[in-house]
T-cell receptor
Framework: AQTVTQSQPEMSVQEAETVTLSCTYD???????LFWYKQPPSRQMILVIR????KQQNATENRFSVNFQKAAKSFSLKISDSQLGDTAMYFC???????????WGAGTKLIIKP | EAGVTQFPSHSVIEKGQTVTLRCDPI?????LYWYRRVMGKEIKFLLH????????ESGMPNNRFLAERTGGTYSTLKVQPAELEDSGVYFC?????????????FGEGSRLTVL
C-alpha cells in the first residue's frame, strides 16, 4: 500500500530560525512526484515545493528546500529564516505517474513564534 | 482570476439528513478532484472528474456519496443520509494539467459536522 508518514504532529520554533519537517513514504513505483503543501489557518492549501523522483537534485524555492533521499524514501522540508507567515499545517504528499490520486501524510502543525 | 471556491464553508447537520457541497473550479480547468480529511487523519482521495466524466471514483467510501459535475463546470458532492463518520473537511481542487505535471489549486474546504 502507498503511504506517507509525517512523524511530527506539531512543531514550534522562533522567528528567523531554521526548521526541518520530516516525511517518509512508501511506494513500489519508480516514477512519482513529491510535494509539500501548506494550509495557513482558514486559508486554502497551496503548493510549497515539488520534486520529481527521477531528479537527483533537491528542489529549492526561496527559503524552502527539500532533502530528497530516494533510496530511504525520505522527503524532508527545510524552512530557512522562518517567518510568522509560515505558521500553517504542512502536508507531505506524493502522486504516482500511473494515476491521479495524491497520497497524503497526516500533516505537521508548524507554529512560528515571534 | 477567481480561485477554487467551495460552499458552504461549514455545515452542521444531524445524522440522517442530507448535505450538498459545491465546488467551483478555476475556469478552464478540466480536472476536478474531491478529497476528504477526517479529523486528525490523512487527507484521502475521493474522486476525479475530467470535464463532466468521472475518471476515477475509487475513493468514494460508499453509495451514500454522490458526486456530479454538470456540463463540466461546477461540481456537487451529496451525502445522503449523513452518518457521524462523515464529519470532516471536504476539499476540492482543480488543475489544467495532470497533477504530477501541473499544479493543483485547492479551495478552502467545506467543513461538515454530523451530530
Amino acid at each position: 500500500a502507498q503511504t506517507v508518514t509525517q512523524s511530527q504532529p506539531e512543531m514550534s520554533v522562533q522567528e528567523a530560525e531554521t526548521v526541518t519537517l520530516s516525511c517518509t513514504y512508501d511506494t513500489s513505483e519508480s516514477n512519482y512526484y513529491l510535494f509539500w503543501y501548506k494550509q495557513p489557518p482558514s486559508r486554502q492549501m497551496i503548493l510549497v515545493i515539488r520534486q520529481e523522483a527521477y531528479k537527483q537534485q533537491n528542489a529549492t524555492e526561496n527559503r524552502f528546500s527539500v532533502n530528497f533521499q530516494k533510496a530511504a524514501k525520505s522527503f524532508s522540508l527545510k524552512i530557512s529564516d522562518s517567518q510568522l507567515g509560515d505558521t500553517a499545517m504542512y502536508f507531505c504528499a506524493f502522486i504516482m505517474d500511473s494515476n491521479y490520486q495524491l497520497i497524503w501524510g497526516a500533516g505537521t502543525k508548524l507554529i512560528i513564534k515571534p | 482570476e477567481a480561485g477554487v471556491t467551495q460552499f458552504p464553508s461549514h455545515s452542521v447537520i444531524e445524522k440522517g439528513q442530507t448535505v450538498t457541497l459545491r465546488c467551483d473550479p478555476i475556469s478552464g480547468h478540466d480536472n476536478l478532484y474531491w478529497y476528504r480529511r477526517v479529523m486528525g487523519k490523512e487527507i484521502k482521495f475521493l474522486l476525479h472528474f475530467v470535464k463532466e466524466s468521472k475518471q476515477d471514483e475509487s475513493g468514494m467510501p460508499n453509495n451514500r456519496f454522490l458526486a456530479e459535475r454538470t456540463g463540466g463546470t461546477y461540481s456537487t458532492l451529496k451525502v445522503q443520509p449523513a452518518e457521524l463518520e462523515d464529519s470532516g473537511v471536504y476539499f476540492c481542487a482543480s488543475s489544467h494539467l495532470p497533477p504530477g505535471i501541473g499544479e493543483l489549486f485547492f479551495g478552502e474546504g467545506s467543513r461538515l459536522t454530523v451530530l
